[in-house]
């Protein structure tokens, strides 16, 4: 951009504080902290341009860098429609939009107004790069243009649908945490049901989730919340359908007895949304009885659905209700057809949107791509006296996957409070398919205390031991930074062993002084100066959940770490989902030399050559929370942070030279310095490291 564009972005911007700052003042005479969020973000978007006004070049021509547009305008997507034809046209919208179009070969001025030039070129590009043959010359939020603009790609009818239904995020989301459902589910069954249109009706099933009359009456009855919300005035209110959708799925699954993690969620629960309970557990019972090695997957066969459908009477439909049209020769057969044709595509549908929901997540990569990977990304080896520690290195690499050895003994597992069938596999570090094929009639669901678990293989051995006789616990008191992981390691035992001997203790409340109890055989207060053990090894060691999150980018990129840090990366991101209802994708975990180098190369992004990053020794991840498909780089670091501290993470956050959000790190008391002549000699001598 030339001189006269940034000065002119520059005093928009500055009037934009100034009023906005005034406007705040007038309301209450303060400013709150979500208005102070908004202020700054302006001020940060003032000072980048102020930098590139000191070293803009009067001769430098009108369209702007990758690098430099990324810098001006770094967070997608629009809040408002840009361009012709009702285009709300706010200039930071704008802005983004004459980006984007510079990017897919426009020459647009970054001025923020969506002149006859903005908007002819938004016409030109929806007809010559889309193929729009009559354009409307404006580009919506979540609309195909936005999209086109991002990617490069073209909506599909599923990817329209689930953009269409992101608009009902809040909803879904509320819905989902309420009934305990996922919200990937309750999406990817509006976008099969509706398409997100909120007045959608089939004359049998209404609204956003398509509920009948019946069933919405049927669950008022389980669930007495829901009580005040008539069919008639509220089926068409889309918050309300949506809890009503969460809370069918959430009686389907029960009656089922699927958890939401469970792998035939969709083929079992989803089914049964869509045909009933009754009539997927017939088709079970039939696949049962017919000999089927696996009921609960082949039940959706034609000879075991059919009769099951039959047995419901859900073909009626067909026959003489709204869908007889569909029926051409009227018969019963026929309907029971066209009913099976439904039901069977159902479950796949809703994995199809589920996977679409997936690849316009990718989305997210396209837009890093667009900003140059400058934007919130960038890192810095940091100073030395961060990162130098004297702890000694934990050397014990950790096996993440299950012992593959044939089960040979069997014993017993006790159910105990808060167990469910993952927790207890958890614990037994084995999977849940393993447990569950050792305990085929078990009804997951409806575990009880004191129920007896079949436990395969060699685990049976650890569990077999009795636990009747009441250990004998000891005291440790809170000090200043201490957490409940950091206690555990600090006494040599799992954060596990800690809390269940501390049952009412609030971990993220602790106060300097609280006494807590410790188990038998742990170690003291006194004994904790001696340990040898970190807290980055004490945290890789203890989590028990899952080693996977709920994003296959992450999935995909958290194997290529260090196998100490893996179980902590997979911790981390799971443990700030299910506490604080954040969703984190990691974005880069180990980085090759060449990899490393080609960003520096950039020359605005990192100040690490390749081998100077804890990236390149798979001992650190950069990760950002995603919502409704799009990066979130102004969210919550410091809750976010905490959690990771409590994983054994460094935080770039805390670092006083250059800091670093996204960034978190586990160097095992390794320098780069050190870890740069174990692993690069020759490059450590380039460096001066030798």
């Not at 007889?324 to 309907?335: I, L």
């Not at 669901?445 to 009747?468: D, F, H, I, R, Y």
Request: aromatic letters at 8%; glycine letters at 10%; hydrophobic letters at 30%.
């Amino acid at each position: 951009m030339t001189k006269v564009e940034l000065q002119a972005l520059l005093d928009k911007y500055n009037k934009n504080l100034e009023s906005l700052k005034s406007l705040f003042n007038s309301d209450d005479g303060k400013i709150d902290q979500e208005e102070q969020s908004v202020l700054d973000k302006i001020g940060q978007l003032i000072n980048k341009i102020q930098g590139q006004l000191s070293s803009a070049s009067s001769s430098e021509e009108t369209t702007t860098t990758e690098n430099e547009a990324a810098s001006i305008q770094g967070n997608y997507p629009i809040k408002g429609s840009v361009g012709d034809n009702g285009g709300q046209n706010d200039p930071a919208d704008v802005v983004t939009i004459q980006q984007l179009l510079n990017k897919r070969g426009a020459n647009l001025p970054l001025n923020g107004e969506c002149d006859s030039n903005c908007k002819s070129a938004i016409y030109n590009y929806q007809k010559s790069k889309m193929g729009v043959n009559s354009p409307d010359g404006r580009v919506d939020v979540g609309g195909s243009s936005w999209f086109h603009l991002l990617t490069g790609k073209t909506l599909d009818g599923y990817e329209k649908k689930v953009l269409k239904v992101e608009e009902y995020s809040p909803h879904i989301e509320k819905a989902a945490e309420k009934y305990g459902m996922k919200v990937d589910h309750l999406k990817a069954i509006m976008a099969v049901e509706s398409g997100g249109v909120p007045d959608a009706s089939s004359g049998a099933a209404f609204g956003l989730m398509q509920i009948t009359k019946s069933t919405w009456k049927g669950i008022q009855d389980k669930n007495s919340e829901l009580s005040k919300y008539d069919f008639d005035t509220y089926w068409k209110d889309p918050e309300i359908n949506t809890l009503f959708g969460a809370a069918v799925l959430k009686s389907k699954a029960k009656s089922m007895g699927v958890s939401t993690d469970d792998p035939n969620f969709t083929t079992i629960a989803v089914t049964a949304y869509n045909a009933g309970q009754g009539t997927v557990k017939w088709a079970i019972e039939n696949a049962e009885n017919a000999g089927s090695a696996n009921p609960t997957v082949d039940f959706i066969k034609a000879e075991y659905l059919k009769p099951a459908i039959e047995r419901g009477g859900i073909y009626k439909y067909y026959l003489t209700g709204n869908g007889k049209s569909k029926n051409a020769s009227g018969s019963k057969s026929e309907a029971i057809d066209l009913k099976y044709k439904e039901v069977s595509a159902y479950g796949p549908k809703v994995d199809t949107f589920l996977e679409k929901q997936d690849t316009l997540s990718e989305t997210i990569d396209d837009i890093s791509t667009i900003q140059g990977d400058t934007t919130n990304q960038k890192e810095e080896t940091p100073p030395q006296e961060e990162t130098d520690n004297t702890t000694t290195e934990n050397t014990n690499t950790e096996n993440n996957s299950p012992s593959k050895e044939t089960p040979t003994t069997s014993g017993d597992y006790t159910v105990v409070a808060g167990d469910t069938g993952y927790k207890i596999a958890a614990k037994l570090g084995i999977s849940f398919d393993e447990l569950s094929a050792a305990n085929t009639a078990v009804v997951w669901t409806k575990l009880q205390l004191g129920q007896k678990l079949q436990v395969p293989g060699s685990q049976a051995a650890e569990t077999a031991a009795p636990k009747e006789e009441t250990p004998q616990m000891g005291s440790y008191t809170v000090v200043s930074g201490d957490t409940g992981y950091k206690i555990a390691g600090k006494l040599g035992i799992s954060f596990d062993a800690l809390s269940e001997v501390n049952a009412g203790v609030k971990w993220p409340a602790l106060q300097v002084g609280q006494k807590l109890n410790t188990p038998a055989g742990a170690g003291t207060a006194a004994d904790a100066g001696t340990k040898e053990t970190t807290e980055n090894t004490t945290v890789a060691e203890e989590y028990r959940g899952a080693n996977k999150t709920w994003d296959k980018h992450t999935n995909n990129r958290i194997p290529s770490l260090d196998a100490r840090v893996q179980k902590a990366a997979y911790g981390f991101v799971n443990t700030v989902e299910k506490e604080l209802g954040i969703k984190l994708r990691v974005t880069s975990a180990l980085r090759t030399v060449a990899e490393q180098d080609a960003l520096y190369a950039k020359g605005n992004v990192t100040k690490a050559r390749g081998g100077q990053s804890y990236h390149n020794y798979g001992l650190a991840i950069d990760v950002v929370e995603i919502k409704n498909g799009q990066p979130i780089w102004n969210c919550d670091w410091p809750k976010i942070a905490a959690v990771g501290k409590r994983f054994g993470f460094e935080w770039g956050g805390d670092w006083k030279s250059f800091v670093d959000k996204p960034h978190f790190q586990m160097p095992f008391g390794k320098s780069i310095k050190q870890l740069c002549i174990a692993k690069y000699p020759d490059r450590a001598k380039r460096f001066g490291y030798i």
